[in-house]
């Protein structure tokens, strides 16, 4: 069975070369020639089009970044649809509105072509290790089939309903992650402008019901101020984005996540849309006048 | 050494148990007689004021509702200061406007008295245990005087810094609490609402940065629809306040805190105030006309 992997860059690149790795053959394809070109020459074919890729392979996966760019190279001209086979599988790995997925997905079950929505978490490396968390929407007999593939980029393989669930599950991950930087970042600008130095504050509440994951992935960097990304202050934006489209079409309000969309935004206007979203806590310590760091 | 006891509450109550048990000698007070009574059976000493208390004792514990009863008992009328004696200490272990812990600190020490702001996080069942985390704001050499009282009631003991710090911190603690619930109601809302299964949606999400003390405590509980507290909506409204508070008086704004504060409210209007506050979810349930709970 031949693979294609449409889209190699920071996220694609290291899965398609562990997918190589475990003896897949490839047929790859970017609008970069550069990573392409690295990938032939560790065995890989080259693509010439989306649908060239799709005409020479059985399962096509696509790693994108938004849902245009998803639209564009599945739906478009010279697409992935123009050129798959009957009985082929498109897993798009890219996080997009699940609304788009499902779009996909109908456009291709109307060819026959089977469509699994597999977003992953886990960044860059975990990309490179395999061990990405990957939420997989779609029919559980066309994950099945497809299962050993995703093995190859992750370790945790969780089925979360029909077509969109992966990215519907995806969202609420994002929404949490955020959030809990805004939270750690008001109390610890909070804290440290009434005078309590942030890292007693840190040591103090990170074993208790205030203790995460990000708590203890983030103050720490706070604290030394590293705000080299990690994830992306842009990349998130897009993620909310996609979440507060999706609270559109199901009619919710999402009060808190808005808000932190706002910061977003307000720090991407300030310059700082390549950051580590942990930069969350930079908007408030310009309100505040104060930086949270380590005592001299 | 003789230790005074004022506010035997929830809280209060296994707290002066454990010193007892501990093998020190205590003096009780309380408004409710109830509590006082059945110390009194199991060897403790009855108080007829807060200034009686004092006046028998080297060291007054007070674990008081809010601000304006440890004012009263400390500051007011037959209050502590009138019957403590110079070089005595005050531990208060209530969870208050750091301002106020400031402001009978330093009318303490105009009569010799020295002063501990010792607030706890982990609830009656670490009360209970013995187990609590004491996050303490004072003088260190005060805080040594006072280290062995201290660790028969709590397991962790952090001293934050000056007069302050430990109800400063106490705060920061109850920003991220509420936040991260309120960030897993949004997430588990919108998954819900937009056709996903929440259960399936947080076991895909907790062992990756979304993961959260919050998220592994309260989701399993809220798809069981178990909202018995816990930790009162009532009282998180009281910290965020004096969260509120203390943001205001060294001027800066918490957007997310504000917001959650106001969620607190809407469910304390619809009668929730005595609910675990995992039921922040139940805010958004209600606008999304869904529950989010466990499929049958």
Same mark, same amino acid.
């Given at each position: 069975m031949k693979i294609g992997f449409i889209g190699v860059g920071i996220m694609g690149k290291p899965m398609a070369k562990n997918l190589m790795k475990a003896g897949y053959?490839?047929?790859?394809?970017?609008?970069?020639?550069?990573?392409?070109?690295?990938?032939?020459?560790?065995?890989?074919?080259?693509?010439?089009s989306p649908k060239?890729?799709?005409?020479?392979?059985?399962?096509?996966?696509?790693?994108?970044?938004?849902?245009?760019?998803? +639209?564009?190279?599945?739906?478009g001209k010279d697409g992935v649809?123009? !050129?798959? #086979?009957?009985?082929?599988? @498109?897993? %798009?790995?890219?996080?997009?509105?699940?609304?788009?997925?499902?779009?996909?997905?109908?456009?291709?079950?109307?060819?026959?072509?089977?469509?699994?929505?597999?977003?992953?978490?886990?960044g860059e490396p975990k990309a490179i290790d395999g061990t990405l968390s990957i939420m997989v929407g779609g029919k559980k007999e066309v994950l099945d089939r497809c299962y050993d593939i995703l093995s190859k980029m992750g370790t945790s393989i969780t089925l979360c309903g029909d077509v969109g669930s992966g990215n519907i599950t995806k969202l609420a991950n994002q929404i949490i992650v955020a959030l809990n930087?805004?939270?750690?970042?008001?109390?610890?600008?909070?804290?440290?402008?009434?005078?309590?130095?942030?890292?007693?504050?840190?040591k103090a509440i990170r074993g208790g019901l205030a203790?995460?994951?990000?708590?203890?992935? +983030?103050?720490?960097?706070?604290?030394?101020?590293?705000?080299?990304? !990690?994830? #992306?202050?842009?990349?998130? @934006?897009? %993620?909310?984005?996609?979440?507060?489209?999706?609270?559109?079409?199901?009619?919710?309000?999402?009060f808190l996540t808005s808000q932190v969309m706002g910061i977003l935004q307000s720090l991407k206007i300030d310059g700082k849309g390549l950051s580590d979203h942990s930069a969350i806590i930079q908007f408030y310590e310009k309100l505040a006048q104060i930086e949270v760091k380590k005592k001299d």
């Open positions: 053959r490839l047929v790859v394809y970017d609008i970069n020639k550069e990573p392409v070109k690295e990938l032939v020459t560790l065995g890989a074919e080259e693509g010439y060239d890729v799709a005409e020479r392979t059985d399962v096509i996966i696509t790693m994108l970044p938004d849902s245009p760019q998803v +639209k564009e190279v599945i739906l649809l123009e !050129g798959a #086979k009957k009985g082929s599988v @498109i897993i %798009d790995m890219s996080s997009i509105n699940p609304a788009v997925s499902k779009e996909i997905a109908k456009k291709a079950e109307e060819k026959g072509i089977e469509f699994l929505d597999a977003p992953v978490s886990g930087i805004a939270a750690m970042s008001e109390a610890l600008v909070l804290a440290t402008k009434a005078g309590v130095d942030p890292e007693v504050v840190y203790g995460s994951v990000v708590l203890d992935a +983030k103050a720490p960097k706070i604290l030394a101020r590293d705000f080299n990304p !990690g994830f #992306k202050i842009d990349l998130h @934006i897009k %993620d909310l984005n996609n979440a507060m489209a999706t609270a559109q079409e199901v009619g919710i309000p999402l």
